[in-house]
């Protein structure tokens, strides 16, 4: 068997486990500050998503302070459930296809167990995505990109190099050719 | 009165020292515009505004802030969606200071409707979306037409060279397009369309003979004028502009009234009631609490401006009983409070284009697209559905990586890489509806419950009715159909359900009309009632239209200014 249907199998029996107790389970306010903990399985989670390549990478702007920062003080309690859920799926998941921490996998068995994890996540996005986020929050891995990306994007190192920023353009010009590989404006 | 007298804490002030030309109740939009006026034509004039000190570019303390200055990366927190739970829809980590807190300023919503305040010098001139339209005959003719409500007591020709007066001292850019359903104005350059604006325009020209996308004609310096800008292109206009760049009363007017030497400019002040003297039959004065220190002071003059914003205004007049008039100032057509309008907002649609990969764009532009009002503006262009019409705003921008992050899917080099590179370009397009004056849409002030200054909270009540139901499917469909016949795909349209109050424009409380017995105040915005008081908010508009309201706002001020400060010195008042 191939490691990622081990890991398509492994997440399917998580997630339905999950199903089955969810009422139960978010009725309880699971404990947010344990999340403080998580801090250096956080970094890498987020270095994952955004790595360093030839400008720097989630790790290098300390993505982990802002998302356990949003995660604390504005998360709903619902998101904040399903994120500290959604870590300790990725401690299994590793430990159980990989036999060894997330921090321990290699870069590919890294983004297997996360891209794995994002498609048994999907099937929710879309319309029923939407009026599943608002009775069962929004799911692990679309709060840890959306925090992720927004961590990385509006820090600054992310925002001057990774992007690119201008506080007081001065100017403005309708329409320019826009350079080969040209980044994105960082504000809007 | 002689209840006040006896009042402990009555500030015993000389009377004379309290005493002005001419009172003006909020330093808003139009409130800054009646102290200017005012002052200007020689009058002492004092500007009571209930909140705090803002003063220009000094108090802006967020306005030079990068993201990442920002605790929460301008995101808005729990604690804060709960104790603010309306403002905190529009507002952020950047100018939620210009918003008031919902907990310490509480209202009842009979129905749900999103009051949007900003209690501070200068109001919500500060945040305004500074879009500015002049009415036309189609709107100023159209309750007589329809047999709704009361007539408009003035027509086009009686503001039109008002609207000059306050544009050409606003700065306002914007393009003429020769529509007379849509008046032309005193413009500034107007700012460029980006390529897909310039796309989705040309196509819809083709596409429609009744149709044309304009740039929004917003009141941002695209030219330095009077001290003041130019535009840096920053879009962070709602933190305050230390340039000067997009119009406030802070920025503008307030000061113009200050050069003066005599403007008197008192914060904190929240107007309890007008005061009326039913022997002269004329208001005398207003009683004040000070915010802060909960003394209770009062003021007199000869002329009142009620600047306070169409809500605030009317719950200050209904607060202002005697026994002249024990259901509130001028209310003798029991009108006050009633007929409250919104512009109905949150339907549109959105599209993505396929194209333009190698163009891109510098600077934040401030504005937006405008499509003026295509529906019964004629024969041809009658709707089966409804009557009236609604404008179409939108932007056309690539999207960037807070909207690419749920649209990338997988992690790694890849996913950065999309989610750092300029996305598709994309359009949304949303309608701003008129909507009918309704007797039954009102405010009304609840006299169990108080607020922290004892004063009864404020009760609104608001249903949207046929009409603008069946417009919002137009809208909805319509925006859905100019960006399919433009080549867009992944056309998403959408209809939000937002509150009424969404639109932050507020309208309708003590209504302009010719007659006495069924509107508050006349062609003048004099009260018909008593006339040395004048109001100029939103408040006296006797329907809706379409249009961003704010610009009618300030030319009504201008000219009632003239008329009051005319009459005053014919002793007529």
Redesign the interface.
Known sequence: MNRRKAIAGMTALVGGAFAANYFYKNTKNEKISSIHDEKLLIAELAD????R?D?P?AKDVNSEE?II??LD????RKTQNNFIRGLENVKSLSHSVYHKDFISCS?KER?SI??QM?KDE?PFNGIIGKVKSKFFGDGFI?TL??Y????Y????KG?TE??Q?V????????????AK???????? | MEETQKTANLNTVAKDKNSFDAFVVGSGISGGWAAKELCEAGLKTLVLERGRNVEHVKDYHTA?K???DF?????????EKQECPIQSQVSDEGNKHFFVNDKEHPYIQENPFNWIRGYQVGGRSLTWGRQCYRLSDLDFEANLKDGIAVDWPIRYKDLASWYSYVEKYIGLSGRKEGLSHFPDGEFLPH?????IE?FFAENVKKSYKDRVVTPSRVANLTEAKDGRGP?????LCSRGCPFSAYFSSNGVTLPAAMVTGNLTLVPNAIVVEVLYDKDKKKAKGVRVIDSVTKQVIEYYSKIIFINASTIATASILLNSTSEAFPNGLGNSSGQVGHNLMDHNTGAGASGIYDGF?????????PGSIHIPRFRNVDEQTKHKDFIRGYGVQGKG??L???D???KV?????S??DK?????PWEIWLGGWGETLPYFENKIVLDKNQKDQWGLPLVSIAFEYQDNEKAMRKDITSSCKEMLENAGFKDIKPFDYNKPAGSAVHEMGTARMGRDAKTSVLNGNNQMHDVKNVFITDGSCMTSSATQNPSLTYMALTARACAFAVDALKKGEI
Request: some cysteine; glycine content about 6%.
């Open positions: 994952t998503i955004i790595p390549t400008t990478g802002i920062l949003l003080d504005c998360a709903n870069k983004e996360l891209t994002e999907k679309a990109k959306e992720t990306a927004n961590a994007c509006t820090s600054m925002a990774g992007l920023y506080l007081i353009p001065g100017k403005r010009i309708a329409c320019v050719d826009r590989n040209e980044k994105s404006w960082a504000t809007q | 030079f990068n993201p990442w605790t929460h990366r301008l995101s808005n927190t729990q604690k700012i460029e369309f980006n390529c310039d535009c840096q292109y920053r879009n990969d190698d163009k891109y764009y510098y600077g934040r532009s921008e690539r960037s990586w807070n690419m992050y749920a899917d997988g992690v790694g080099e996913f950065k989610l750092t590179q300029p996305g």
